[in-house]
């Protein structure tokens, strides 16, 4: 089952904040971030294997509700480099199910 | 410490030529290995996977194969190309075994393959 992400498309200008959102009708045992650059392959950021876990990579952190069955990935004081397009994955024995993407863009 | 190769970077086919693409991983021994699809502008379609040598496992149905003649090579083919195989594949690994019910392992892709179906 497919995760789903929202917003789709996310605009900025540097500095703001953006919450990525990320919900799955099935249960979710893990859920992975990863960010892609235009024309680049995938770049793991973070995994959450825990209920309530969070954690933080520089000023992008993650939040993991296994109850609601929702994740949340925060961009805090955004910069040019964050732009990109952000997959959660939601992970089950082998296999890693990506949603379909939040495309993030980060104006001067 | 493990690094992953993907080639060619880039091809241009005419619909109806076969396809081959590869995949060798460096550094680490029974990796887990995957091919996923994306599309232009869409999400990661996963299409295949292994978890040991000759043993894949397929997720979508289509014209597509994948085989593991060895244990770091990973091979998508395809007999047929048809115009909607165009798009970015990419190969990943990641460490072996299954982690139960805490999901999968983590996953390091290689620089991926552009195919343009004409």
């Known amino acids: 089952q497919q995760p789903v992400q929202s917003p789709q498309a996310v605009i900025l200008r540097e500095g703001e904040d953006a919450v990525i959102n990320c919900s799955s009708s099935?249960?979710?045992?893990?859920v992975h971030w990863y960010r892609q650059k235009h024309g680049e392959a995938p770049v793991f950021l973070m995994i959450l294997l825990k209920g309530g876990e969070q954690k933080g990579h520089e000023k992008i952190s993650a939040s993991f509700n296994e109850k609601k069955q929702q994740s949340s990935l925060y961009l805090t004081a955004s910069q040019l480099s964050y732009s990109g397009t952000y997959f959660c994955?939601?992970?089950?024995?082998?296999?890693?199910?990506f949603g379909k993407g939040t495309l993030l863009t980060v104006n001067p | 410490s493990q690094t992953i190769h993907q080639w060619p970077a880039t091809l241009v086919q005419p619909v109806g030529s076969p396809l081959s693409l590869e995949c060798t991983v460096e550094?680490?021994?029974?990796?887990?290995l995957y091919w996923y699809r994306q599309a232009a502008g869409r999400g990661l379609q996963l299409l295949f996977y292994?978890?040991?040598?000759?043993?894949i496992s397929s997720e979508v149905p289509q014209n597509l194969s994948a085989s593991r003649p060895q244990d770091r090579q990973f091979i998508l083919s395809s007999k047929k190309l048809l115009l909607s195989d165009s798009g970015f594949y990419l190969c990943?690994?990641?460490?072996?075994?299954?982690?139960?019910?805490?999901?999968?392992?983590?996953?390091?892709f290689g620089a991926g393959s552009r195919l343009t179906v004409l």
């Open positions: 099935k249960a979710l045992y893990s």
């Open positions: 990943a690994w990641s460490v072996a075994g299954p982690a139960g019910q805490s999901g999968a392992n983590v996953l390091t």
């Open positions: 550094g680490t021994s029974n990796p887990n």
């Open positions: 292994s978890v040991g040598i000759g043993q």
């Open positions: 994955g939601s992970g089950s024995n082998y296999k890693l199910t």
